[in-house]
């Protein structure tokens, strides 16, 4: 009886289970069990930069399901699968760095494609031949539909070609890309070929050709009334938020209406810390505007690759969420440490200032990713790309080692130390500096001393020259006063001490100066100083070498800086700015403050100096001569500002002074006495 009993709750039980089978338990099951994603299709779980900020908000099951997008046609179905070994041809780029060749344009251009022709015709890359080009470079215009477009006659299947398209297409032009690169605004990440094509931020019709506007970040830390976050909506604006998370700025499934407002990103963006932006590809606009504004740019699953994702780190300036989880991404926004707020603040600045504030930038930032590929393992480290000043102004062919210039020593740990070169500039009176020599060679930090003789009078014999403990070299110069800032390849240390051959300094001076410049190993140390001011009535820039309360540049006729300088003025200026130089003479001290103070952001240090010095004066109109100070010619600053395309001077009340210095206490206990001779 009980084994009968037995066998009927089996068979009972058997019967149930075949049931359930039949019935689908199947699908019961996957909402317990997440299936795993097919190979290649698109991911549904949310892609944090800031991994550590995002707690275990989520419940299981709580995600919605991932909805399935029209598939896109990729690179492969517009005629080209490439990657970067097998479709570049390195061989071609033969020293010298990155020589591009562009190909005329086919038909009308745009005013925003015109600025961009402008900026590759006037920088270093350029090339005027096919033939020295490592790079050809293809402008791709928007042609009528159905009409295919005019393919380049050196087009050679693409080969070394870089097609740059502006406006987003799935496939750029009606031609085959063949084996081209393409550099286009805002690609999807489903037809981006990491590596090989180059990322670019949509460019807007207004945006600034040169130099561009500043970041516009007032507060470097959240203020407790401020905004927290702003939503770019699609119809254009920014809808603000507070810090109630019951707010739900973008799922639309909020349980109350804060009632936001409606306002221009200029007025709203610098009051937000944090901008959130929606995935879609017509939003990509909208990242520009919030890293202009300082405001933490939160992507929320962006269907689009990042600009210069290949070398820029965004994860230091951005935080990309999943647009799924509305609360649980404003819960984490709001527990995120202040130091990683002002971190993430600052490099949105850094980032726009260095590669996104001007059409020359951002189109230099192309070609310098392309060139970082071509060198290989001599190419921009990271550290140059995301630190100030950038990797625009940090040139490989200088360096390819952070140590080597002036503006990595603290990231890296390390200081200054060793000695100088004193390069004296001997002019059109071909002066001998022996009093100067003497004077320079005293110091004990003086490695080598150069005189540059730039004079049309014959060189003084070797026995007329000063006997000094250092060696003494004579460079024979081509009577251009821009020889004087030329990378000389006799100079061997990084310190130079930039002097005229009538210059008057002491010893006990020149020892301050360079422990100051050790300290300061980025910016200029000198003695004698100009100031630059507005010139309201003339509506204008100005000038003066009278002594005041401010000054912005130091006279390179007494100067410490580093020799990094001489390469960056030589093979980064415009050929028009080193040439104005050239035709006024003195105008050469502004324009190598105009460049010291772009790439520093910072003002020159002043030194105290004795009575023994002779006032500097402005530099005189061009064509100008004679022992009296000429008044200053507004056309040198002016001329350089619109080059610049800005007024890159910043002005300081500060000079340093030797410790005890002029304090009223006995000689000689102060280390720098001849400082305080009259």
Wanted: hydrophobic share 40%.
């Amino acid at each position: 009886m009980q084994s009968w009993k037995r066998k009927s709750l089996w068979l009972a039980l058997s019967a149930s289970w075949l049931l359930l089978v039949l019935l689908g338990v199947s699908p019961l099951l996957r909402l317990k069990v997440p299936s795993r994603p097919l190979p290649g299709a698109p991911q549904g779980w949310p892609r944090w930069l800031d991994t550590e900020l995002l707690l275990s908000f989520f419940q299981p099951g709580e995600l919605p399901e991932d909805v399935p997008r029209p598939s896109r046609p990729s690179r492969a179905s517009c005629g080209s699968g490439c990657n970067w070994a097998a479709c570049f041809d390195t061989s071609q780029c033969r020293g010298g760095g990155l020589k591009v060749f562009v190909h005329p344009a086919p038909g009308p251009i745009s005013e925003t494609h015109r600025r961009i022709l402008t900026s590759i015709k006037g920088s270093r890359y350029h090339t005027f031949s096919p033939g020295e080009a490592c790079l050809l470079l293809f402008l791709s215009l928007d042609a009528p539909a159905g009409e295919p477009s005019p393919v380049p006659l050196q087009w050679n299947g693409g080969k070394n070609h870089l097609v740059l398209s502006l406006h987003p297409a799935p496939c750029p032009k009606t031609f085959q890309l063949g084996q081209a690169m393409v550099a286009e605004a805002s690609p999807t990440v489903d037809t981006f070929r990491p590596g090989f094509d180059v990322a670019l931020p949509p460019l807007p019709e207004a945006h600034p050709f040169r130099g561009g506007a500043p970041g516009q970040l007032q507060q470097h830390s959240p203020h407790p009334r401020e905004t927290l976050v702003a939503l770019a909506e699609e119809r254009g604006g920014w809808r603000t938020a507070g810090t109630d998370s019951s707010a739900c700025p973008w799922d639309g499934r909020c349980e109350q209406d804060p009632g936001p407002e409606q306002t221009h990103p200029g007025a709203t963006l610098p009051n937000a810390t944090f901008c959130l932006i929606p995935g879609r590809r017509s939003d990509a606009l909208r990242f520009l505007q919030a890293l202009q504004a300082g405001c933490i740019p939160v992507l929320l699953s962006p269907r689009w690759e990042l600009p210069f994702s290949e070398v820029i780190d965004w994860t230091k300036a951005a935080i990309i969420a999943d647009e799924r989880l509305p609360l649980q991404v404003l819960a984490a926004l709001q527990e995120m440490p202040p130091a990683r707020v002002l971190a993430l603040r600052q490099q949105t600045q850094f980032l726009w200032d260095a590669y996104f504030s001007s059409v020359e930038k951002i189109i230099h930032t192309t070609l310098e990713t392309i060139q970082d590929r071509v060198f290989g393992a001599s190419a921009h480290p990271s550290l140059m790309w995301n630190s100030p000043p950038g990797a625009l102004l940090a040139l490989p062919t200088f360096s390819t080692s952070p140590q080597d210039f002036p503006f990595y020593h603290l990231q890296q740990g390390s200081c200054l130390v060793g000695r100088f070169s004193a390069l004296i500039w001997v002019g059109a009176q071909g002066q001998l500096p022996l009093k100067l020599i003497q004077a320079v060679a005293g110091s004990q930090h003086c490695a080598q001393i150069l005189v540059l003789w730039s004079s049309e009078r014959p060189l003084p014999p070797r026995e007329k020259w000063p006997e000094t403990s250092v060696p003494l070299t004579v460079i024979e110069g081509h009577r251009k006063v821009s020889d004087r800032f030329f990378p000389h390849s006799a100079i061997s240390t990084d310190a130079i001490l930039s002097l005229d051959a009538h210059t008057s300094l002491s010893t006990s001076e020149v020892d301050f100066a360079f422990s100051v410049w050790q300290s300061f190993p980025e910016r200029m140390v000198g003695f004698l100083t100009w100031s630059h001011f507005w010139d309201k009535a003339r509506g204008s820039w100005g000038y003066t070498a009278e002594r005041a309360n401010e000054f912005s540049m130091v006279v390179t006729t007494a100067a410490f800086y580093h020799r990094y300088y001489h390469t960056l003025f030589t093979c980064s200026l415009p050929k028009a700015l080193r040439s104005l130089a050239d035709e006024a003479p003195t105008c050469v001290d502004v324009l190598m403050n105009f460049l010291v103070a772009a790439v520093t952001k910072l003002p020159p240090i002043k030194l105290p100096y004795g009575k023994q010095h002779q006032g500097a004066s402005p530099p005189p109109a061009s064509g100008g001569s004679g022992p009296k100070p000429q008044p200053p010619d507004p056309d040198c600053i002016n001329l350089m500002a619109a080059e610049f395309g800005h007024m890159p001077l910043v002005s300081s009340r500060l000079r340093l002074d030797p410790v005890l210095f002029k304090d009223p206490v006995s000689v000689l206990r102060k280390k720098y006495r001849s400082l305080e001779k009259p």
